[in-house]
Nanobody, 124 residues
C-alpha cells in the first residue's frame, strides 16, 4: 500500500501564496504520476494540476493556469503545488493523488492512491 500525505495548507489573504507538498511512502515500486484535486463541501471534486513521472509534462486547469505551478522531487518521493496570487474561489480542501501507470496521459483523471487532504482558505 502507498500512503500520501499533504501539507502546507492554511489561511491566507487574497493575493498571497502557499506551497502544498505531497509525500509518498510505503510500497513505492516505481515512478508515479501525481495529480492535485480540490473540493468544496457540496460541490464536485475539481482537477487542479498533474505532473508526469519525471516532471517533463504538466497539465493545469484553466482556472489556475498562470498562477499555480506543479513540480516534483523524485529523490524525496514528493510533489509540490506552488500557488500564487490566491483568490477566494481557490478555497477548498486540496488532495494529491498518485498512480504507477505512468503511461496514462495526464488528462486521465483516474488515480489509485489518495491523500487525506489539506485545507486552503483564502479570505478576501
Amino acid at each position: 500500500q502507498v500512503q500520501l500525505v499533504e501539507s502546507g495548507g492554511g489561511l491566507v489573504q487574497a493575493g498571497d501564496s502557499l506551497r502544498l507538498s505531497c509525500t509518498a511512502s510505503g510500497r513505492i515500486h516505481g515512478t508515479f504520476a501525481v495529480g492535485w484535486f480540490r473540493q468544496v463541501p457540496g460541490k464536485a471534486q475539481e482537477f487542479v494540476s498533474a505532473i508526469n513521472w519525471n516532471g517533463g509534462d504538466t497539465l493545469y486547469a484553466d482556472s489556475v493556469k498562470g498562477r499555480f505551478t506543479i513540480s516534483r522531487d523524485n529523490a524525496k518521493n514528493s510533489a509540490f503545488l506552488q500557488m500564487n496570487n490566491l483568490k477566494p474561489e481557490d478555497t477548498a480542501a486540496y488532495y494529491c493523488a498518485a498512480r504507477f501507470e505512468v503511461w496514462r496521459p495526464l488528462h486521465d483523471m483516474e488515480y489509485a492512491y489518495w491523500g487525506q487532504g489539506t485545507q486552503v482558505t483564502v479570505s478576501s
